[in-house]
């Protein structure tokens, strides 16, 4: 049995200047997993995954299969706690939790680059093969930078409803301009210096800008009410899933204010979309 982590959206997302490869994201590790459990077979010709509609882990147990010396068959178990099409990196945490489990149980070496040249051959992936807050090139799914480890944080979210599939919105033309690429290449600055500061309102700052920034792309009704709410409530800021349909305000559990900025924000995304999720994000103290 293996796991891998989601991520609510991105703090950043967008594209660098002078880079073959410019689209880049940065991740927001959240306590909500993937499971995935292998059982070899004696009969190759038997492979199946459940949920059955996991075709994309299916695909990638096949890939690794068809690189054994022997053919084998098996049974691929999911078990997720992160919803699907929403923008939490669910698929991403499908597959890296897939490619852990054949791995562990053909006792076949996973580390991260082997499994990075398998997902690029199936769809644009999140940097959940890495501890920490991670800068990523989705696209062609290589690490870009490690940032390191923030203090814990709540992400209060709302969810506009819909799913998005990251692979349909990977092909929409991004229409970033110099100045665009200038600004976000300066926010991965920023944001890089802030997270090994610890420096949380700085987070806060970079992501609500990554997310107004993303309103060329996937437009969200919410964000500007949600600015609101977060100003109000005294937040750090927005973070929202650039490919997805949720958005959150982030607090910070260790203000003394936190519980009663807990339940303003909480009681003022209820009343603007009926719903309301609190997550909570995964330190990694080891990391400094």
Same mark, same amino acid.
């Given at each position: 049995?293996?796991?891998?982590?989601?991520?609510? *959206?991105? @703090?950043?997302?967008? !594209?660098?200047?002078?880079?073959? /490869? &410019?689209?880049?994201?940065? +991740?927001?590790?959240?306590? $909500?997993?993937?499971?995935?459990?292998?059982?070899?077979?004696?009969?190759?010709?038997?492979?199946?995954?459940?949920?059955?509609?996991?075709?994309?882990?299916?695909?990638?147990?096949?890939?690794?299969?068809?690189?054994?010396?022997?053919?084998?068959?098996?049974?691929?178990?999911?078990?997720?706690?992160?919803?699907?099409?929403?923008?939490?990196?669910?698929?991403?945490?499908?597959?890296?939790?897939?490619?852990?489990?054949?791995?562990?149980?053909?006792?076949?070496?996973?580390?991260?680059?082997?499994?990075?040249?398998?997902?690029?051959?199936?769809?644009?992936?999140?940097?959940?093969?890495?501890?920490?807050?991670?800068?990523?090139?989705?696209?062609?799914?290589?690490?870009?930078?490690?940032? *390191?480890? @923030?203090?814990?944080? !709540?992400?209060?979210?709302?969810? /506009? &409803?819909?799913?998005?599939? +990251?692979?349909?919105?990977? $092909?929409?033309?991004?229409?970033?301009?110099?100045?665009?690429?200038?600004?976000?290449?300066?926010?991965?600055?920023?944001?890089?210096?802030?997270?090994?500061?610890?420096?949380?309102?700085?987070?806060?700052?970079?992501?609500?800008?990554?997310?107004?920034?993303?309103?060329?792309?996937?437009?969200?009704?919410?964000?500007?009410?949600?600015?609101?709410?977060?100003?109000?409530?005294?937040?750090?800021?927005?973070?929202?899933?650039?490919?997805?349909?949720?958005?959150?305000?982030?607090?910070?559990?260790?203000?003394?204010?936190?519980?009663?900025?807990?339940?303003?924000?909480?009681?003022?995304?209820?009343?603007?979309?009926?719903?309301?999720?609190?997550?909570?994000?995964?330190?990694?103290?080891?990391?400094?």
């Amino acid at each position: 049995m293996s796991s891998a982590y989601g991520t609510f *959206g991105e @703090l950043l997302q967008g !594209a660098l200047p002078d880079r073959a /490869e &410019g689209d880049f994201l940065v +991740t927001l590790p959240i306590a $909500r997993w993937a499971t995935a459990t292998f059982r070899t077979s004696d009969d190759p010709a038997t492979l199946e995954v459940v949920p059955r509609h996991k075709k994309k882990a299916l695909r990638l147990v096949s890939m690794i299969l068809a690189d054994l010396p022997s053919p084998v068959g098996g049974r691929l178990t999911i078990d997720s706690t992160l919803p699907e099409g929403k923008g939490l990196a669910s698929s991403s945490a499908d597959l890296v939790a897939t490619a852990r489990a054949v791995g562990n149980a053909l006792g076949v070496a996973m580390p991260p680059r082997r499994i990075e040249v398998y997902l690029a051959r199936i769809e644009p992936t999140d940097g959940v093969l890495y501890p920490g807050i991670v800068a990523f090139q989705h696209r062609s799914v290589r690490l870009l930078a490690r940032l *390191g480890s @923030l203090p814990p944080m !709540a992400v209060v979210s709302v969810d /506009e &409803g819909g799913a998005v599939d +990251t692979v349909d919105f990977n $092909r929409i033309p991004k229409p970033f301009t110099a100045a665009h690429k200038s600004e976000y290449a300066d926010l991965l600055e920023r944001l890089s210096d802030a997270v090994a500061r610890h420096d949380l309102a700085a987070v806060g700052a970079v992501a609500t800008r990554s997310a107004q920034l993303n309103q060329m792309l996937r437009h969200k009704w919410a964000l500007a009410p949600l600015l609101d709410v977060c100003r109000d409530a005294g937040g750090l800021g927005i973070v929202t899933s650039h490919s997805g349909t949720t958005l959150g305000i982030l607090l910070d559990p260790a203000d003394p204010a936190y519980p009663h900025r807990l339940a303003a924000t909480a009681q003022a995304c209820e009343e603007l979309t009926g719903n309301v999720t609190v997550y909570r994000t995964l330190s990694f103290p080891e990391m400094g």
